[in-house]
């Protein structure tokens, strides 16, 4: 029992071997050193073949879509819209607002960063809220009449809100995308203006 065990053994291992050299084109019967040459460089082949084509399947071009739909399933509108890379930035920023992880002394204060929220770049002594920096705030007024002048233009109703419901609208992921790049560039706009400031003051955040 143990022979016949033994002989299918040896005839299913030379019948591997056999489909392994014709997949391998061997060229022939060889010498020991030319043998092993040639089984060194086959392997060799392989290793950087399958790593090509593992680096094929797990590229992001390749894989994108499928990312997009699977991964993305249920993100607000302006995340899964195409943003120029100069804007990014801009749009991190709303993320960031929206989740309430931002750098405002609203939040800051919350998780104790800083003593108190009173915003450090007007003399208004109100809290650094998103509400008060985006509307409120008198270092800004250049750039958010900028903004608002574009905004007026797409959403005329938006010139009966006060600054609340200004604030829920852009916060939103309902925005208008004709006004999303412009307060992308807001965003990024005071973001500047706001670290020059506590540049100034001999702060960094």
Same mark, same amino acid.
Request: glycine share 6%; charged share 30%.
């Given at each position: 029992?143990?022979?016949?065990?033994?002989?299918?053994?040896?005839?299913?291992?030379?019948?591997?071997?056999?489909?392994?050299?014709?997949?391998?084109?061997?060229?022939?019967?060889?010498?020991?050193?030319?043998?092993?040459?040639?089984?060194?460089?086959?392997?060799?082949?392989?290793?950087?073949?399958?790593?090509?084509?593992?680096?094929?399947?797990?590229?992001?071009?390749?894989?994108?879509?499928?990312?997009?739909?699977?991964?993305?399933?249920?993100?607000?509108?302006? *995340?899964? #819209?195409?943003?120029?890379?100069? $804007?990014?930035?801009?749009?991190?920023?709303?993320? &960031?607002? @929206? !989740? +309430?992880?931002?750098?405002?002394?609203?939040?800051?204060?919350?998780?104790?960063?800083?003593?108190?929220?009173?915003?450090?770049?007007?003399?208004?002594?109100?809290?650094?809220?998103?509400?008060?920096?985006?509307?409120?705030?008198?270092?800004?007024?250049?750039?958010?009449?900028?903004?608002?002048?574009?905004?007026?233009?797409?959403?005329?109703?938006?010139?009966?809100?006060?600054?609340?419901?200004?604030?829920?609208?852009?916060?939103?992921?309902? *925005?208008? #995308?004709?006004?999303?790049?412009? $307060?992308?560039?807001?965003?990024?706009?005071?973001? &500047?203006? @706001? !670290? +020059?400031?506590?540049?100034?003051?001999?702060?960094?955040?």
């Amino acid at each position: 029992m143990n022979d016949s065990k033994g002989r299918g053994s040896s005839r299913n291992g030379a019948l591997f071997l056999e489909n392994l050299a014709l997949e391998a084109n061997w060229p022939g019967p060889l010498k020991k050193p030319a043998a092993k040459k040639f089984a060194n460089e086959y392997v060799a082949s392989r290793r950087v073949s399958e790593l090509a084509g593992g680096f094929k399947r797990m590229s992001t071009l390749h894989n994108m879509s499928n990312w997009v739909e699977k991964e993305r399933f249920g993100l607000p509108e302006y *995340l899964l #819209r195409t943003c120029p890379a100069s $804007l990014r930035e801009g749009r991190r920023l709303k993320t &960031k607002f @929206r !989740l +309430g992880c931002h750098d405002l002394r609203s939040s800051s204060c919350r998780m104790q960063l800083v003593r108190n929220a009173q915003c450090p770049c007007c003399e208004s002594r109100e809290s650094e809220t998103i509400q008060h920096t985006l509307f409120e705030c008198t270092a800004f007024e250049e750039e958010r009449e900028v903004f608002l002048s574009r905004l007026y233009s797409v959403r005329p109703l938006a010139r009966q809100l006060n600054d609340e419901y200004r604030c829920r609208l852009v916060m939103g992921h309902k *925005l208008p #995308r004709e006004i999303e790049k412009t $307060l992308y560039r807001y965003f990024i706009a005071i973001s &500047k203006l @706001r !670290l +020059g400031i506590l540049t100034e003051q001999g702060e960094g955040s």
